[in-house]
């Protein structure tokens, strides 16, 4: 198993895109600061999507002019078509977008108003695109574990859009676990046949939602994989808003917490961490999915 993991922290993103409360400008670049503090260097900071399907990320432009300064760091940016990556250009402050497919028509049509082949000739666009603006590109496929409205998603059919997106060179191709029905099994047998069907080497990501509880145990299978980034969100918040109770991301202090007893690097303060996801729940007005900032960390046993 790999010594060391890149954690990309989604919480400013995927994690608030499916709150109720929709936090100000100032709130998400508080959670975006405390996620810099911490030693996350991949932050998931916004989505360039109409306000009318996402009202929680209608503020993109506002979060990318504010953004800390800060060495080492890179944003990204989700994006759905050209017209997401133009204002992702134009806000000069992201480094890398994010393009998501669909495993399914049913989903790709209820997420993205697209077909899974309109959606993949839209991310050979947008991955050309964003090459000639000197942006990073990295692509996630979504549902790739399984589908809330068709049901099981063939593993031949992810093998195939991944061996497909690889063609036109993405910097990374992510596997997500979008509604969270996955579990490890699935996990050690996906991400190694797509390592094998690849044309060339390319890094490989991973995107679990704890929905059924599953999303560390497909963290360690992907680790055991030897897959290159987990996603992660501080306090565990998130879920696709348009797919039925898809609730919760894996909280990045729980991982962290199991790379450091495994003592696996990541370059993150566990502690800064489980501070910010405290601070994120007084701002949302709720206790935080995530477990670690209700237990602590492993008990330390009292001086004599």
């Known amino acids: 198993m790999r010594q060391r993991v890149t954690v990309l922290e989604v919480s400013p993103r995927d994690g608030l895109q499916n709150e109720q409360v929709v936090l100000p400008t100032e709130a998400k670049l508080e959670l975006i600061a405390d996620a810099v503090a911490a030693g996350f260097r991949r932050i998931e900071v916004c989505s360039f999507v109409h306000p009318r399907r996402v009202p929680q990320m209608a503020d993109a432009e506002a979060v990318c002019a504010g953004l800390p300064e800060a060495a080492g760091v890179r944003y990204t940016g989700l994006v ?23 495993a399914t028509d049913t989903f790709g049509e209820r997420n993205q108003g697209m077909t899974v082949e309109r959606a993949l000739a839209a991310a050979e666009d947008v991955i050309a695109a964003a090459r000639s603006a000197k942006l990073g590109v990295q692509v996630t496929i979504a549902v790739a574990f399984g589908c809330p409205f068709e049901g099981e998603v063939p593993p031949e059919r992810v093998i195939d859009m991944a061996r497909r997106l ?36 390319l ?45 919760g991301n894996i909280p990045s202090e729980d991982l962290l917490y199991m790379l450091e007893r495994m003592g696996i690097a990541s370059g993150v303060d566990l502690a800064a961490t489980v501070v910010a996801a405290e601070r994120l729940g007084r701002r949302l007005g709720r206790q935080v999915p995530g477990l670690l900032s209700r237990a602590g960390g492993f008990p330390q046993p009292e001086a004599a």
């Open 80 to 102: 759905l078509n050209r017209k997401g990556l133009e204002r992702a250009v134009g806000t000069g402050r992201i480094h890398e977008v994010g393009m998501v497919v669909p």
């Open 166 to 201: 690889a063609e036109v060179a993405p910097d990374e191709i992510c596997l997500a676990d979008t509604v969270g029905v996955g579990v490890p099994s699935q996990v050690l047998q996906l991400f190694p046949a797509i390592r094998t069907a690849l044309p060339r080497p």
């Open 203 to 247: 890094p490989l990501r991973a995107h679990f939602h704890n929905t059924r509880n599953t999303g560390l145990a497909n963290a360690l299978a992907a680790l055991q994989s030897d897959v290159d980034v987990l996603d992660a969100s501080i306090g565990g918040v998130g879920g696709c808003p348009f797919a039925p109770q898809a609730t």
